[in-house]
């Protein structure tokens, strides 16, 4: 079995067509972007790349650009020299720099501000730069893989990513469906981490049955193959299928909110635990969910710090970290008004 089988579980056909790009790119060096939902698999098929490739042996670093605060990702990045802002009492060797010879990964890569993405697009054009506060440029050589789960190319559209820093990083575009889109991997997937999961808890309390296999199936696995593993493993240390399912159950309901099944009753959970009661339901596109909720997050933050710059537009852009013309635009998207 190839390394590539042994870490990424899975027979559907587009499984085995990232399997094949995986083969094919390992040691081409080329820029990688990972694209697909929260929990499909971005960060495994990155390993993946490192592993099957000749930098395997070296460092595998990675930096998830959302969880560190744009102010200070910077110096995450490239690192500082000592007194180059204050408090920084000792030198700071960067992720770029630990990355030399081997593979960085930039998760998340659809968050990066603005302002460093410039900065960003000319590390990659040369792989040179310099720590924060030193008088010398230091070069590396690193494999640049990055993942989102953004539509990079609408925020391209709405002036939140660089066009020119997007076709620099696509590259090799290597695209994860949901795991709804591909129910041939379902069985392999129960069956690896159930496999794995007995060796590690050392006994099996459960069985999956075929019922069980036949919800698994129904299930739209809005959390892809992290919420599965999860509830697989779940079910291997509490054995009751009755709760776990039950909970999968509400919680479809509530991932798609405001259709028919609402005004229901919750579905019953069936005595038999065989018996598969999951209702044909009438579901909102998943993008238009998506869109609606950060149109809502976006207008509330945005018209908050307008109230609070006194519709300065120019000073709202900056604590935004967007530029002027993206938050005209946005402005104008979400009809944002000054209230007198
Ligand atoms: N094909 C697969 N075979 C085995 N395990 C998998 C597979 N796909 C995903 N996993 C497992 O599912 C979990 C989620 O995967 P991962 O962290 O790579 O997802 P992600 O796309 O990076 O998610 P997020 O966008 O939330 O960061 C991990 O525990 C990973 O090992
Ligand atoms: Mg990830």
Redesign the pocket.
């Given at each position: 079995m190839n390394i590539c089988d042994q870490i990424?579980?899975?027979k559907s056909s587009s499984?085995l067509k990232v399997k094949e790009l995986i083969r094919q790119v390992a040691n081409s060096d080329l820029n990688v972007i990972i694209c697909?939902e929260?929990?499909?698999?971005?960060?495994?098929v990155a390993q993946a790349l490192h592993l099957c490739s000749n930098r395997k042996g070296k460092p595998f670093v990675k930096v998830n650009c959302a969880a560190i605060p744009g102010e200070l990702l910077e110096s995450e990045l490239f690192g500082y020299e000592r007194g180059a802002f204050t408090g920084a009492d000792r030198t700071k060797v960067g992720k770029f720099e630990l990355a030399h010879s081997g593979t960085i990964f930039l998760d998340e890569i659809g968050d990066m501000p603005l302002s460093l993405q410039s900065k960003m697009l000319q590390v990659l054009q040369d792989f040179q730069f310099s720590r924060l506060g030193a008088k010398t440029d230091v070069r590396v050589n690193c494999w640049v893989l990055a993942?989102t789960?953004q539509d990079l190319e609408q925020s391209v559209r709405e002036g939140l990513f660089r066009e020119d820093l997007y076709y620099r990083l696509n590259i090799i575009r290597i695209f994860i469906p949901p795991l709804r889109e591909r129910p041939d991997d379902i069985d392999v997937?129960i069956d690896?981490f159930s496999g794995r999961f007995a060796e590690k808890i050392e006994r099996t309390l459960f069985e999956f049955t075929d019922g069980t296999r036949d919800f698994f199936h129904q299930y739209s696995w809005p959390g892809n193959?992290?919420e599965l593993?999860n509830t697989v493993e779940r079910l291997m240390i509490l054995g009751d299928w009755r709760t776990v399912k039950a909970e999968l159950m509400a919680r479809e309901t509530k991932q798609f909110g405001s259709h028919e099944l609402t005004t229901q009753p919750p579905p019953p959970v069936p005595d038999d635990y065989e018996v598969v009661t999951v209702q044909k339901k009438k579901f909102p596109p998943l993008k238009e969910v998506k869109k609606k909720a950060v149109q809502e997050a976006e207008g509330k933050l945005i018209s908050e710090v307008l109230t609070e710059t006194d519709w300065n537009r120019k000073r709202a852009a900056k604590l935004l970290q967007i530029s002027y013309k993206a938050l005209l635009y946005k402005i104008k998207e979400l009809n944002l008004r000054r209230e007198d």
């Open positions: 990424l579980a899975g499984i697909g929260s929990g499909v698999g971005k960060e495994l993942a789960n997937l690896y193959v992290r593993k």
